[in-house]
């Protein structure tokens, strides 16, 4: 038995749910906060046996895509005789983060 553990894009994140249990893959989703852009992300949590690992990693990598995003910087803040703005930049955004950990219990109750 295995937990895999996918972090995604909120943008993302209900197709994957959705793909996920379209093959049968039991789901738990909790929202997330990621660091860098600080957008919204999910987290997913699927136990699944051992020879199904692979297919739910593709399901996730089928529907969590890399992509390119224009981001606007957050402004800094503003003191006296300081005035700089930044410029707009482009950011790879997408994708997922995937942990794969051996479970030693299981239960469902």
Do not use: H, W
């Not at 197709?15 to 909790?30: G, K, Q, S």
């Not at 739910?56 to 910087?73: G, L, M, W």
């Amino acid at each position: 038995m295995k937990l895999v553990v996918a972090v995604a894009q909120d943008e993302d994140a209900e197709d994957l749910v959705a793909a996920l249990v379209a093959e049968r893959f039991r789901v738990t989703r909790v929202a997330s906060t990621g660091n860098l852009l600080r957008t919204g992300n999910s987290t997913v949590f699927l136990g699944v046996d051992d020879a199904d690992v692979d297919r739910a990693v593709a399901t996730i990598n089928d529907v969590c895509r890399r992509r390119t995003q224009v981001v606007v910087p957050y402004t800094p803040a503003l003191e006296p005789g300081l005035l700089y703005v930044t410029e707009n930049f482009e950011v790879e955004v997408g994708g997922a983060i995937i942990f794969t950990l051996d479970v030693d219990r299981f239960e469902r109750l």
